[in-house]
């Protein structure tokens, strides 16, 4: 074996451990439910034994940690990396008798790539599972790769450190970065359970939105999600935690520091001022009338569903989507497919891919309306800096763009055939690929195996982004046919 495999091996032996630590963490909750201690097993026996094997991968393999570099040819390690941890914090799930692998699975992908379908009746759900599962929204929403990093010392990892999503260092120093990322992130959680605490929240369920609120995961501890609580205090605490969520970690740094000016000419707070000032009072306007609801009801209604889909959330204060209007299911489902802003722990194709679609689109039709020799700037406003607009990063939003709606629509035809409507497809395609979380019924206890694992693949590609699983495959054909002509 080479020396590069086996300083490979000695990263995922680490990486092994992480997700031991990961499995093991629900124990703690078990001293505050002493009823529940008989679940401990399910937790302290594939965590402990991913400890043990993965110290064994890391010791064994220890003198050649450093003999690999990081780069974009390493975008094969994340995928790894991801599956690995979709497998092993599956087990847990796995291991009740209630679940079989496809579910285990399923609620797996949904919590790591913070998505929010599920599978699970949280209404006997025990509070260590339902704790687990809002811990592993919390490592997914930071990202695997970025806890990863945080751990290490590793300074060549830049290539897969940002082809997980995270588009811009907050420090010089990546180590630094991830970790001031991580820290805003515990930061906003424990100010959020503090405000859902002194509400008609929990501890425990104010713990647990915090988390999945910040993460956009959406998972809940309660059957109806939000409306459960139905506490308006409660919806704006929820509100502003998927706001942050769904905005990049730079502008957290700079808002944080009091750099409001580089604060507000970011492009994408600009998409978000108008969803907020535009879309939802049209909106609440529309469902008041086509609902016979009251203006303040709707409003209500509307600005937390507009914004739990923007931000790929998943909260709900609704039972039924469908029972409203087409228009108002057809904005949300844009909302969802937009998603947040680049750099956040949101899904979807992002806001600011969007942005750069809307103004590649202006400066085609100004070029062609005006004269040739005239030269335009084409640049984007990023929190810290004008960024020039290259052919390249049009061509890459645009192919993107293409994969995720080719995608999209493979997810609709596949829900389509098993007997969903156009609409009802459509919302959950959208939703799954998207890391939203928000359904209509297609994913659940009793759904096929074949909607759970097409399900579960599409979470995993909109966390990943599509291009990095599809470059993979790319690379392991090419080399695979490389490898038989030289043979």
Known sequence: MSSKSRSIISYLGIFVIIIGVIMLLPIVVALFYP??????IYFLIPGMTSVIIGGLLYFLNKKYHDY?????????????????AILLTAIPFAMLDLYNFTHAVFEATSGLSTTGLSVMDVSITSNLFLFYRS????????????????????QNSYAIYTAEGHSDQLS???????RRIVGIYLLYITIGTILLSVSSMSIFDAINHSVAAISTGGFSTQVTSILHFNNLFVEIVIIVLMVLGGTNFLVHAHLLTGKIKDVLKHNELFYMLGVFLVLIPAMTLYVSQTQAMPFFESLRITTFQLISASTTTGYSTINDFLGYSSIFVIVVIVLMVIG???GSTAGGFKQFRFILLIKSIYWYFLESITSKRYIYNKRVHKVDKKEDVTDKMLRNTFVFGLLYLIMLFVGVVMFSHYGFT???SLFESASALGTVGLSVGLFGYSSPPVILWMG???????????????????NFFRKLKNKNQTG
């Open 68 to 84: 690999v570099v990081f780069d974009r040819n390493s975008f094969w390690l994340i995928v790894l990396i991801w599956i690995l």
């Open 456 to 474: 579960s693949v599409m979470m995993l590609l909109g966390r990943l982004e599509i291009l990095i699983v599809l470059i993979v495959i790319i």
């Open 340 to 342: 947040g802003g680049i």
């Open 172 to 178: 010089p120093n990546l180590v630094a970065s991830a």
């Open 135 to 154: 811990e592993l929204q919390f490592f997914g929403g930071v990202g695997l790769v970025l806890v990863f990093v945080s751990l290490l010392s590793k």
């Open 35 to 40: 009823a529940e201690n008989d679940q401990i």
């Open 422 to 424: 156009m609409q009802e």
